[in-house]
């Protein structure tokens, strides 16, 4: 009982100074730490505190003394039963081993049994195991022999994957496993044959697709114009009601006609899979997506259906010859990419839109390149013409399919230009024809109906004219309602060009005009300044060139309107070009004018060549020249022909004409051939001078004031009066003045004329004879002479 009490107290202790921490004790001590003797006062304090818990500890042993005496007492007890207990189950033991002797040896035969039946049910499972291995490698060989290869990749996968691992042990599966990837190799290879075979046939047969393609195209956008044409109730609201009537019911022809044909056709709509069979292609992509080479195949397949784009794109050297070898060149094209979107809308991953638009964008840029290099060999513009027409099939069909064809349509405009340039070259042959048969006279009408024939194909007005009888003549020529009408079918021939380009009204109004334009301006211009240049075209021809081109420079207005009529754009419109015909035919007029007066003044050359004066004679014959007669004569019917010209060109021609005349005539006088001339021929040049005064004052071209025509002639009259007068006093003295009566006369002309008179009278003796008279005329010359020598000599010294 003490050693109790005493674990329990030294217990008590350790727990109490473990309830003390280190920092409370510390903080305990630190409160005697001013006192003396601070230790042992805390030592007392904590001696005294043990005291009592131990007291404590003592009471708390002592109340529960009694109940551990008498647990004591029943444990000894209890032990007393436990060796009886332990009796009895020594001897139930011993029985038991004897009973279950008997037991034992059964229970190991039943084991045995139970052993030879669990082998036979392994070997059931083993053989259920197997028979489906077998099963399924013979419907692979089946496979395989009827060709159904993706099937037998499945197979195989199954066995690989499902039946072989279950029995892998056993020596018929590794031989299965062995042969599997033989079989794999095999299908690939057959596989990739037909694959070569399918490419080979869509090589052959891309030119039908794209035929077909790009017909099923052209149908329909043919059946959408007709539609939208018929529904398009203000087309063509400028026209005249006829016209209007007439193009309605064609429309509407058009329309039952468009509709018919889609329904007889409706049933014969072939697609690209109707035309090649696709199941190679889906069969090796998907043996090889199996196989685990699907990124292989999708090489392989791309880099073959390069090589086929590059021969497709491929032309023929001749192709520009026919519109066959365009046709056969964009169908090729067209299959090419139709195979190409089929493949990439029913497959996946074999091709891929990036990839289909990097082949485009490279079959594109070779494409424009053969298109601009072909194009450029093309001189019938007909055959440009059904180019574009392909090109806008080609371009609308690829269209449908997604791709960008935007470069297609820039590459048309520049076609277009050289379309245009073919059509001016037609058109310069067609314009040089017209000129060459024209007659260049009027035309003649003799009843109404010719009347109203002419005014049909060229819009002329002339209230003076329709109030004239019939049979009457029409100012123009022949050619000029022809030149209108090509001008008209050069209009339509641009713009069927313009058509079907997804312009506006606005661009293709614009175009037009632009191409009339250098219609007018360079090829009809050329053509008028090359026929007023021909040598056969004479002066009448002249006249009638430059009364035609009036009439066409008033037909450009009309020109206008009727592009305006068939392109729907008002002339009020801000950005409507307009026609340079006007200056055109201005230009041309004025050429004409210009050969007018050279031609005149070469005729006038021809007279004066055949002049034929003695200019050694002693007196006139006291009539006029005849050539100088002939002359007057054939400008006096020259300007007759003159009246229908404007009045300032006919005044113009013949004052040109006069004053080539009288500087003609001058030159003939002053000529340095001539040496010598007589007074008698003073007198018979001063015949034809007069004749000349009175033409120019006959007015042989209506519109001179007073004697302005004269004037032409003023130099000669001044020049030959002086000689004939023999005024020189007056001359000399007036010279240099304003009002001198002879202030045209040039002293060096008056002098050089009076030395050949010198040199007349020189060699006729005149003045051998020893007349006072003729000494005295002889002596003024010389005087003359000298003072005019020194006019012409302080002349040139001011000069």
């Given at each position: 009982?003490?050693?109790?009490?005493r674990?329990i107290?030294?217990a008590?202790q350790?727990?109490?100074?473990?309830?003390?921490p280190?920092?409370?004790?510390g903080?305990c001590m630190?409160v005697?730490?001013d006192?003396?003797n601070a230790?042992?006062?805390?030592m007392?304090?904590?001696?005294a505190?043990?005291?009592n818990?131990?007291?404590e500890?003592?009471?708390?042993c002592?109340f529960?003394h009694?109940?551990?005496?008498d647990?004591?007492t029943e444990?000894?007890?209890?032990?007393a039963?436990?060796e009886?207990?332990?009796v009895?189950?020594?001897?139930t033991?011993?029985?038991?081993q004897?009973?279950?002797?008997?037991?034992i040896?059964?229970?190991?035969e039943?084991?045995?049994c139970r052993?030879?039946?669990?082998?036979?049910t392994?070997?059931?499972?083993?053989?259920q195991?197997?028979?489906p291995?077998?099963e399924m490698?013979?419907?692979?060989?089946e496979?395989?022999s009827v060709?159904r290869y993706?099937s037998a990749?499945k197979t195989?996968e199954?066995?690989?994957n499902?039946y072989?691992p279950?029995v892998s042990?056993?020596?018929f599966c590794?031989?299965m496993?062995?042969?599997?990837?033989?079989?794999r190799e095999?299908?690939?290879?057959?596989?990739?044959s037909?694959?070569?075979?399918?490419?080979e046939?869509i090589?052959?047969h891309?030119d039908?697709?794209g035929?077909?393609a790009m017909?099923?195209a052209?149908?329909q956008k043919t059946?959408s114009?007709?539609f939208?044409?018929?529904?398009?109730?203000n087309?063509?609201?400028?026209?005249?009601?006829g016209r209007n009537r007439?193009?309605?019911?064609?429309?509407?022809?058009?329309l039952?006609?468009t509709f018919?044909d889609?329904?007889e056709?409706?049933?014969?709509?072939?697609t690209?899979q109707?035309?090649?069979?696709?199941s190679?292609?889906?069969r090796?992509l998907?043996?090889?997506?199996?196989l685990?080479?699907g990124e292989?195949?999708?090489?392989?397949?791309?880099?073959?259906?390069?090589?086929q784009a590059?021969?497709?794109l491929?032309?023929?050297?001749?192709m520009?010859e026919?519109v066959e070898g365009?046709r056969?060149?964009?169908?090729?094209?067209?299959?090419?990419?139709v195979?190409e979107?089929?493949?990439l809308?029913?497959t996946?991953?074999l091709?891929t839109r990036?990839y289909?638009d990097e082949l485009?964008n490279?079959?594109?840029s070779?494409?424009?390149a053969v298109?601009?290099t072909?194009?450029s060999y093309?001189?019938?513009p007909?055959l440009?013409?059904e180019?574009k027409n392909l090109?806008?099939?080609?371009?609308?069909?690829?269209?449908g399919?997604g791709?960008?064809?935007?470069?297609l349509?820039?590459l048309?405009f520049?076609?277009?230009d050289?379309?245009?340039?073919t059509?001016?070259k037609?058109w310069?042959?067609?314009?040089?024809?017209i000129?060459e048969?024209d007659?260049?006279?009027?035309?003649p009408?003799?009843?109404?109906?010719?009347?109203r024939i002419?005014i049909?194909?060229?819009p002329?007005?002339?209230p003076?004219?329709?109030k004239?009888?019939?049979?009457?003549?029409?100012p123009m020529s022949?050619?000029?309602?022809?030149i209108y009408?090509?001008?008209k079918?050069?209009?339509?021939?641009?713009l069927?060009f313009s058509?079907?380009?997804h312009?506006s009204?606005t661009?293709?109004?614009?175009?037009l005009?632009?191409?009339?334009n250098?219609?007018?301006?360079r090829?009809?211009?050329?053509?008028l300044?090359?026929?007023?240049?021909k040598?056969?075209?004479?002066?009448t021809?002249?006249v009638q060139i430059i009364?035609?081109t009036?009439?066409?420079?008033q037909?450009?207005?009309?020109?206008?309107?009727f592009i305006?009529?068939?392109?729907?754009?008002s002339?009020?419109?801000v950005h409507t070009?307009?026609?340079y015909?006007?200056?055109?035919f201005?230009d041309?007029r004025?050429?004409?004018?210009?050969?007018i007066?050279?031609?005149l003044?070469q005729?006038?050359?021809?007279f004066?060549?055949?002049?034929?004066?003695?200019?050694?004679?002693?007196?006139?014959?006291g009539?006029?020249?005849?050539y100088?007669?002939?002359l007057?004569?054939?400008?006096?019917s020259?300007f007759?022909?003159?009246?229908?010209l404007?009045g300032?060109?006919a005044?113009?021609?013949c004052?040109?004409?006069?004053?080539?005349?009288?500087?003609s005539l001058?030159?003939?006088?002053l000529?340095s051939?001539?040496k010598?001339?007589?007074m008698?021929?003073?007198q018979?040049?001063?015949?034809d001078?007069i004749q000349?005064?009175?033409f120019?004052s006959?007015e042989p071209?209506?519109?001179?004031q007073?004697?302005?025509?004269q004037?032409a002639?003023?130099?000669l009259?001044q020049l030959?009066d002086?000689?004939?007068?023999?005024?020189w006093s007056t001359?000399?003295?007036?010279?240099?003045?304003a009002?001198?009566?002879y202030?045209?006369v040039?002293?060096?002309?008056?002098?050089?004329?009076?030395e050949?008179?010198k040199?007349?009278?020189?060699?006729?003796n005149?003045?051998a004879?020893?007349r006072?008279?003729?000494?005295?005329?002889q002596?003024?010359?010389e005087?003359v002479?000298?003072q005019?020598?020194?006019?012409?000599?302080?002349?040139?010294?001011?000069t």
């Amino acid at each position: 009982m003490t050693y109790l009490v005493r674990k329990i107290k030294h217990a008590v202790q350790y727990k109490w100074m473990l309830l003390l921490p280190s920092a409370s004790t510390g903080f305990c001590m630190s409160v005697y730490d001013d006192q003396p003797n601070a230790h042992q006062k805390f030592m007392e304090k904590l001696d005294a505190c043990i005291r009592n818990h131990d007291r404590e500890i003592e009471k708390m042993c002592n109340f529960h003394h009694q109940g551990f005496v008498d647990a004591i007492t029943e444990l000894l007890k209890v032990r007393a039963d436990a060796e009886k207990l332990k009796v009895q189950v020594t001897d139930t033991n011993r029985r038991l081993q004897d009973a279950g002797k008997e037991v034992i040896a059964q229970t190991e035969e039943i084991i045995r049994c139970r052993v030879q039946q669990r082998n036979i049910t392994t070997v059931v499972e083993k053989l259920q195991l197997c028979l489906p291995v077998l099963e399924m490698y013979s419907k692979l060989k089946e496979q395989m022999s009827v060709k159904r290869y993706y099937s037998a990749l499945k197979t195989m996968e199954q066995l690989e994957n499902l039946y072989l691992p279950r029995v892998s042990q056993y020596r018929f599966c590794q031989i299965m496993i062995e042969n599997l990837p033989k079989l794999r190799e095999e299908i690939k290879e057959i596989s990739m044959s037909d694959l070569k075979d399918f490419l080979e046939s869509i090589r052959k047969h891309s030119d039908r697709i794209g035929e077909t393609a790009m017909k099923q195209a052209q149908q329909q956008k043919t059946f959408s114009t007709a539609f939208q044409k018929q529904n398009n109730v203000n087309y063509g609201r400028n026209m005249h009601l006829g016209r209007n009537r007439i193009l309605e019911s064609k429309n509407e022809i058009t329309l039952k006609r468009t509709f018919e044909d889609e329904d007889e056709h409706e049933e014969e709509v072939l697609t690209a899979q109707d035309l090649v069979d696709f199941s190679p292609v889906y069969r090796c992509l998907h043996i090889y997506s199996v196989l685990g080479d699907g990124e292989i195949f999708e090489n392989y397949y791309r880099k073959q259906r390069r090589k086929q784009a590059r021969l497709v794109l491929q032309p023929q050297s001749s192709m520009h010859e026919t519109v066959e070898g365009y046709r056969r060149y964009f169908s090729q094209i067209v299959g090419f990419f139709v195979v190409e979107d089929h493949i990439l809308h029913v497959t996946q991953g074999l091709v891929t839109r990036t990839y289909t638009d990097e082949l485009w964008n490279m079959a594109l840029s070779k494409i424009i390149a053969v298109l601009r290099t072909h194009s450029s060999y093309c001189n019938d513009p007909d055959l440009v013409l059904e180019l574009k027409n392909l090109i806008v099939v080609f371009a609308d069909t690829l269209q449908g399919y997604g791709f960008p064809v935007n470069r297609l349509f820039d590459l048309l405009f520049e076609i277009r230009d050289q379309y245009n340039e073919t059509l001016l070259k037609k058109w310069s042959g067609l314009f040089r024809d017209i000129f060459e048969a024209d007659n260049y006279s009027p035309i003649p009408v003799a009843n109404e109906e010719e009347y109203r024939i002419v005014i049909s194909k060229f819009p002329f007005q002339d209230p003076e004219l329709d109030k004239q009888s019939f049979p009457k003549k029409l100012p123009m020529s022949q050619s000029v309602p022809q030149i209108y009408m090509q001008v008209k079918e050069f209009i339509y021939a641009s713009l069927k060009f313009s058509e079907s380009l997804h312009r506006s009204s606005t661009e293709i109004d614009d175009m037009l005009r632009k191409s009339t334009n250098l219609l007018l301006t360079r090829t009809l211009s050329s053509c008028l300044q090359n026929l007023i240049k021909k040598p056969h075209i004479g002066l009448t021809e002249l006249v009638q060139i430059i009364i035609n081109t009036t009439h066409l420079e008033q037909a450009c207005k009309y020109l206008e309107d009727f592009i305006s009529n068939i392109t729907n754009i008002s002339q009020l419109t801000v950005h409507t070009a307009r026609l340079y015909g006007l200056s055109t035919f201005k230009d041309a007029r004025h050429a004409a004018e210009g050969e007018i007066y050279t031609k005149l003044n070469q005729k006038i050359d021809e007279f004066i060549q055949i002049a034929d004066y003695d200019w050694t004679m002693s007196e006139s014959d006291g009539r006029a020249s005849g050539y100088l007669m002939d002359l007057i004569n054939f400008l006096r019917s020259t300007f007759q022909v003159f009246t229908h010209l404007p009045g300032k060109v006919a005044q113009t021609a013949c004052m040109s004409a006069c004053q080539h005349l009288s500087m003609s005539l001058m030159q003939m006088l002053l000529d340095s051939e001539l040496k010598q001339i007589s007074m008698g021929a003073i007198q018979q040049f001063n015949l034809d001078v007069i004749q000349c005064e009175l033409f120019a004052s006959s007015e042989p071209v209506p519109g001179f004031q007073g004697d302005t025509l004269q004037l032409a002639f003023i130099d000669l009259r001044q020049l030959l009066d002086l000689f004939m007068v023999w005024d020189w006093s007056t001359y000399l003295a007036d010279y240099g003045q304003a009002t001198s009566k002879y202030l045209r006369v040039n002293p060096s002309t008056a002098l050089t004329l009076l030395e050949k008179m010198k040199d007349s009278s020189k060699k006729n003796n005149i003045f051998a004879q020893f007349r006072k008279n003729d000494r005295d005329k002889q002596k003024l010359i010389e005087t003359v002479v000298k003072q005019l020598r020194s006019l012409v000599n302080g002349m040139s010294q001011h000069t």
